[in-house]
C-alpha cells in the first residue's frame, strides 16, 4: 500500500504544476496547531486545506474541526487519498470561482 508521504509528495507535484497555485506541506511539532492539515496553498486567489490519508483511513475528530474550522472561513477543504481527489475539488470549486 502507498505511503502517506507518497501520497503527500504526488499531491504537492501535481499541485505546483497548476498555473497560479503554490501549496506547501504543513509540517507538526511545537510552533504547529495540533490537528491542521496537511498541505496548505492558495490558487488563483481561494485558499485550500487538505487532509491527506491512506486509502481507508479516516481523520481524527481534532482534523476533522481544523478542516470545519477552514471550511467556515471560505477555504476549500477536504480530506484526499489521491491527486484524482484534489483535481475534484477544485474542479469542484473552480464552478463557484476558480478557473484552472
Same mark, same amino acid.
Given at each position: 500500500?502507498?505511503? /502517506?508521504?507518497?501520497? !503527500? ?11 497560479? $497555485? ?7 511539532? =511545537?510552533?504547529? !496547531?495540533? =490537528? @491542521?492539515? @496537511? %498541505?496548505?496553498? $492558495? ?5 485550500? /486545506?487538505? +487532509? ?11 482534523? *476533522?474541526?481544523?478542516?470545519? +474550522?477552514?471550511? @467556515?472561513?471560505?477555504? %476549500?477543504?477536504?480530506? !484526499?487519498?489521491?491527486?484524482? +481527489? !484534489?483535481? /475534484? *475539488? ?7 470561482? %476558480?478557473? %484552472?
Amino acid at each position: 500500500m502507498t505511503s /502517506e508521504r507518497a501520497i !503527500v509528495k504526488a499531491i504537492l507535484r501535481y499541485l505546483k504544476s497548476l498555473p497560479r $497555485c503554490v501549496a506547501r506541506k504543513r509540517w507538526g511539532g =511545537g510552533l504547529g !496547531v495540533a =490537528g @491542521d492539515p @496537511d %498541505i496548505t496553498g $492558495c490558487i488563483h486567489g481561494r485558499h485550500f /486545506e487538505f +487532509e491527506v490519508k491512506r486509502p481507508g483511513e479516516r481523520p481524527t475528530q481534532l482534523q *476533522l474541526l481544523r478542516l470545519r +474550522e477552514w471550511k @467556515d472561513a471560505g477555504a %476549500i477543504t477536504g480530506v !484526499v487519498t489521491s491527486t484524482a +481527489e !484534489v483535481r /475534484e *475539488l477544485l474542479e469542484k470549486s473552480s464552478a463557484e470561482a %476558480i478557473k %484552472i
